[in-house]
């Protein structure tokens, strides 16, 4: 048996060990698929901001080149002009000559048709020289384009915009002036107008992101959410299945001790009336009315020990199914504690002990079941007999609280641990003993005093140190407060 626990025990270790693993490689796995996942994202972002600056700049020198035709179609427009009233003024100035004229005359007509046609000739001159590329910055309408082009992509999370010029080694515009730095070193960079101007002297487009991780991680937010709301689920299903195996083989190991100590208590009585009755029919033992009485004395208190250690297990298994049935009468709470005082008085003395009944509770009326009531005291006087080394020194007491009465049993036992004691009223759970093998029971004891008090509407609870003793103690509300 010893060696068929340690195979267990070792058995379940190394499945909490694989699990573990396995739940480890899981959270890995995860972990790993969400920073390629954010890498992915990542890379969609620059591949999308690429492709809507891009669009933008192309955009940008469509517009710029539809503007600069029409300037040149207008310049075409104005000089035809200017050539016409050319053409108007010569031949102004071939009519005027045919006329009759003085020396004098002639001479200041001949200088301002000069100045005339020098003039027309200038603004003719001078429209062709100016009609070169003259390219306009319009960081307002930039900003628009690239607020809808972003839009359009999905990219939905602030932007600061910057036009540096190489030539002049100046920052010619900044949207709000507060990532100087960032546009110089972390930005997206592309050429204005690239096709008009050459790469070297083309002014550069900057595009940063100030919250470009907040971005990406919140359009993750769904996919870490789920996982870690999945890995949370696979830890607590881990967890809840490493204690249901612990608590199955706590329970098996209880229900092993349960069904050993109740196999031993029932074989004693049943022993002992075995030899009650071989003696009875044995034809050498000489036969008397006091052999007889004694006998009968014995296979009858025997025979009442079976029947409440039956009893005792029969209430366990009705609590377990949840049919504990209870009468709901008046019960006066003192006559119970001395009846059941007295009842063990006599295993105490038997012992050199006493049990002492100190009831100042000026209130003892309760509503209860008479029968359940006097087992529950009764499991409370047994206890503490059991528990108790020396000479036990048992004090049953009761007091008047707020809507209830408090009977306690306090003994000189050898105490509970703090671990023990918030496991003292489990089903088949008993307390350790270290080398102390003479404690009988079937650890049913105090998980029935529990359920009793509880379907009363009571509570249970203990104060204990090791090798101080303990004191259990049942509150019950009282009749006046029905």
């Not at 016409?84 to 045919?98: F, P, T």
């Amino acid at each position: 048996m010893v060696y068929f626990c340690q195979m267990n025990k070792k058995l379940l270790y190394g499945v909490a060990f694989l699990m573990s693993a396995a739940l480890i490689g899981i959270m890995a796995v995860q972990f790993y698929l969400i920073g390629d996942a954010i890498k992915v994202k990542e890379a969609t972002f620059v591949r999308d901001v690429n492709q809507a600056i891009g669009q933008v700049v192309v955009n940008l020198e469509k517009e710029e080149m539809q503007r600069q035709y029409e300037y040149h179609v207008r310049l075409m427009n104005q000089r035809a002009n200017l050539m016409a009233v050319y053409d108007s003024l010569k031949r102004s100035i071939a009519i005027e000559l045919q006329k009759p004229m003085t020396k004098d005359e002639y001479a200041a007509f001949i200088r301002r048709s000069t100045i005339a046609e020098e003039k027309i000739q200038d603004m003719i001159f001078g429209y062709s020289e100016t009609s070169g590329n003259i390219k306009e910055l319009q960081p307002l309408h930039i900003d628009s384009l690239l607020s809808n082009e972003f839009r359009r992509y999905g990219i939905d999370t602030h932007f600061e915009l910057g036009i540096y010029s190489p030539t002049k080694n100046l920052m010619l515009f900044q949207k709000t002036g507060r990532y100087p730095q960032q546009l110089m070193e972390q930005s997206f960079a592309f050429d204005l107008y690239p096709t008009i101007s050459p790469a070297m002297f083309a002014d550069k487009l900057l595009v940063y992101f100030p919250h470009e991780k907040r971005f990406l991680m919140k359009q993750m937010a769904s996919l870490i959410f789920v996982t870690g709301a999945l890995v949370l689920v696979i830890i607590a299903g881990f967890g809840a299945t490493v204690w249901f195996i612990l608590k199955q083989k706590k329970l098996s190991e209880m229900k092993n001790d349960f069904v050993n100590n109740m196999t031993h208590e029932f074989k004693t009585p049943i022993s002992t009336i075995g030899l009650a009755c071989e003696a009875l029919r044995d034809p050498d033992v000489q036969k008397s009315e006091v052999l007889y009485s004694n006998y009968i004395s014995i296979i009858d208190e025997e025979n009442k020990r079976l029947g409440l250690m039956a009893e005792q297990v029969l209430q366990s298994a009705a609590h377990e199914k949840g049919v504990l049935l209870l009468k709901h009468d008046k019960i006066d709470l003192h006559e119970i504690a001395k009846d059941a005082v007295a009842t063990k008085m006599l295993q105490a003395k038997s012992r050199s002990g006493h049990i002492f009944a100190d009831l100042k509770a000026e209130d003892s009326m309760v509503m209860g079941d008479k029968v359940h009531l006097t087992n529950v005291v009764l499991n409370l006087l047994d206890n503490a007999l059991k528990y108790t080394e020396e000479a036990p020194q048992i004090v049953v007491r009761s007091r008047n609280i707020p809507n209830a009465i408090e009977l306690s049993v306090t003994d000189n036992g050898i105490g509970i641990s703090k671990a023990n004691q918030k496991r003292i009223f489990e089903k088949l759970f008993r307390v350790p003993t270290g080398n102390v093998h003479n404690v009988k029971g079937f650890g049913l004891g105090l998980s029935y005093v529990k359920a009793v008090v509880e379907k009363l509407g009571g509570t249970t609870g203990v104060h204990s140190e090791l090798k101080k003793g303990s004191t259990f103690y049942i509150r019950l509300p009282l009749i006046s407060n029905y």
